[in-house]
């Protein structure tokens, strides 16, 4: 019986398979353990990452450690690194400037609390300290914006 249920149902059980596919790949749900959300989290950030602006870019590297840390590493192809990094601790708001196809997230720390630091700059290291992280995106929908507020703000209040 369960089978000719399911063979008469094959095209409604595809597509909730799919639209469940689709969910968790844009969105978290509440019901993930923390671990599936911190590589939802990563996931998101590593997919919406936009390198193009910026041609000079040899590597880059966005994450959320496990131990609360917002981090991002740049290097260039004649070897110059940027460093950018908060403690979710510090975390007071995300803004989103753009389109759905291309944009600025933008993270935004209580204070001066976001560490800027350059190495083997031509210019000479710099150390500094910033109240906001631009991060340029692509593919940003809604849906997938406020999923990632969402996941920021849970990680924030779990105090990682």
């Known amino acids: 019986m369960l089978r000719s249920v399911l063979q008469k149902n094959k095209k409604g059980l595809f597509l909730t398979v799919a639209a469940l596919t689709c969910l968790l790949h844009y969105s978290f749900t509440p019901a993930m353990d923390e671990q599936e959300m911190l590589t939802w989290t990563n996931n998101c950030l590593a997919a919406s990452y936009d390198p193009s602006g910026d041609d000079k870019l040899k590597t880059w590297q966005l994450t959320l450690t496990a131990d609360g840390f917002i981090r991002l590493r740049k290097t260039y192809a004649r070897g110059k690194e940027e460093f950018h990094s908060f403690h979710l601790s510090r975390f007071s ?37 910033a109240t906001q992280l631009n991060i340029p995106v692509r593919g940003m929908e809604p849906d997938r914006l406020d999923s990632l507020q969402m996941a920021l703000n849970y990680f924030k209040k779990k105090g990682l």
């Open 93 to 129: 708001d995300m803004g989103y400037l753009g389109t759905t196809t291309s944009g600025t997230l933008q993270l935004k720390a209580v204070a001066d609390d976001i560490i800027v630091q350059t190495f083997n700059d031509p210019s000479g290291d710099i150390d500094s300290m």
